[in-house]
C-alpha cells in the first residue's frame, strides 16, 4: 500500500493564528503562565488512582480487570494531562521544579513515561508534521501494516504504548537515553517495587492496564484520533468539546493548546470564549466514542490520514 500523507500547504497554521489573536484580544496575555493550583489536583488524582488500586487487588482478577477498563482508564488519562501541565512548566515557575513533579505525577502510569514524554511531546510542538521528528505521527511501516482494516485499526489502537515507544528509534539526532531518562527509569523501579511489596501484583497490574486501556482501545482513545487526524478539508488540529473534559482536565481543547501552549488547562475554556471567532468556524468533536468506532469502520481513514509538512513530507503524499 502506497504512502499517502496528507500534504499541508504552507507553514503550521497556529503561529500565525496565536498572532491574529493576540493582536486582536491582547487580554489574552492575562491568561498566559503558571496554575500552581494544578499540584493539588495532582496529588487528588493520584491518592485517587492509588486507593483504587490499593482496592482493586483485593477483586477477582476479572473485576480487576473491568474496574481498570470502567474507572482507572479514566484516571490514567487525567493523569497525563496533567504530566502534560508539568511537561509544558505550567505549574510551578522553574523548569526543574516541573520536571520533578512531573516525575512523581507519572508513577501510577508504571511506566517511566515522564522524561521521554517531555523529550517527544515539545518535539511535536516544535515539528508539527514531521514524519521524523513528530513522534505522534504514524512512522511508514504502521500505515502500510495496518492498511483500512477495522480489525488492524483495532488492534493497533491496543497497541498504543507500543507503538509510541517505537517512533523515537526514527528520530535522527535525537538520543534515545539522558541522564534524566535513566533517573526517571529507576525512580519508577522503585516505586513499582513498592506497589507490588506493599500492596501486590495485582495493584500494580491494575495500575498497568489502567494506563494501557487510556492510550489504546478505548472510548478514551478516540482522544488520540481527535487531536490531528484531517477529517475536515484543510485543517490540521482539532478540539474535543464533549462532557469528558471535566474528568480530564480540558484534554480535548487540543487547536487553544497548540494555539496558545503557555496557557494552562483550567483557562483554555476562557481563551476559545474570548477568541471565539478563531474557532467557531473550526470542525471539533462531541464524542470520543464515537469518533472511535467512526475510525475502526470507515476503511477511508487509515493512519495517514493526516497532514504532514511539505518540507519533510515523504515521497508520496496528496494534496489536502
Not at 487531536?227 to 488540529?237: I, S
Request: proline share 7%.
Amino acid at each position: 500500500m502506497p504512502m499517502a500523507y496528507l500534504l499541508a500547504e504552507g507553514h503550521e497554521p497556529h503561529a500565525e493564528r496565536r498572532r491574529a489573536i493576540l493582536r486582536a484580544h491582547p487580554e489574552i496575555r492575562d491568561l498566559l503562565g503558571p496554575e500552581p493550583r494544578t499540584f493539588w489536583c495532582i496529588a487528588l488524582v493520584w491518592l485517587a488512582q492509588m486507593a483504587a488500586a490499593a482496592l482493586a487487588a483485593q477483586l477477582p482478577v476479572w473485576a480487576m480487570v473491568l474496574a481498570a477498563y470502567c474507572v482507572g482508564a479514566v484516571v490514567a488519562l487525567a493523569l497525563w494531562t496533567l504530566l502534560h501541565e508539568c511537561t509544558h512548566d505550567l505549574v510551578f515557575g522553574t523548569v526543574r521544579a516541573n520536571r520533578m513533579l512531573g516525575l512523581v505525577a507519572s508513577l501510577p502510569l508504571v511506566l517511566p513515561v515522564a522524561e521521554s514524554f517531555r523529550k517527544y511531546h515539545l518535539l511535536h510542538h516544535r515539528h508539527p508534521g514531521d514524519p521524523v521528528l513528530d513522534g505522534d505521527v504514524a512512522s511508514a511501516w504502521e500505515c502500510r501494516l495496518v492498511g483500512n482494516s477495522a480489525w488492524r485499526k483495532a488492534l493497533w489502537l491496543m497497541a498504543g504504548p507500543l507503538m509510541q515507544s517505537l517512533r523515537p528509534g526514527r528520530m535522527t539526532g535525537v538520543p534515545l537515553a539522558d541522564r534524566a531518562m535513566v533517573t526517571n527509569l529507576l525512580a519508577q523501579l522503585v516505586f513499582d517495587l513498592a506497589v507490588v511489596a506493599l500492596l501486590g501484583w495485582q495493584a500494580l497490574a491494575y495500575l498497568f492496564l489502567a494506563n494501557c486501556f487510556a492510550l489504546g482501545l478505548h472510548p478514551l482513545g478516540g482522544r488520540w484520533i481527535q487531536e490531528h487526524y484531517a477529517l475536515a478539508p484543510g485543517q490540521e488540529t482539532f478540539s474535543y468539546y464533549g462532557p469528558m473534559n471535566r474528568a480530564v482536565f480540558n484534554a480535548g481543547y487540543h487547536v487553544e493548546h497548540h494555539d496558545m501552549p503557555r496557557i494552562p488547562w483550567n483557562r483554555l475554556p476562557r481563551l476559545r470564549v474570548t477568541a471565539s471567532e478563531f474557532y467557531d468556524g473550526l470542525y471539533a468533536h462531541r464524542s470520543w466514542s464515537a469518533l472511535l468506532l467512526r475510525f475502526i469502520t470507515d476503511p477511508a481513514i487509515t493512519l495517514e490520514s493526516r497532514m504532514v509538512r511539505p518540507a519533510n513530507a515523504p515521497n508520496e503524499v496528496r494534496p489536502a
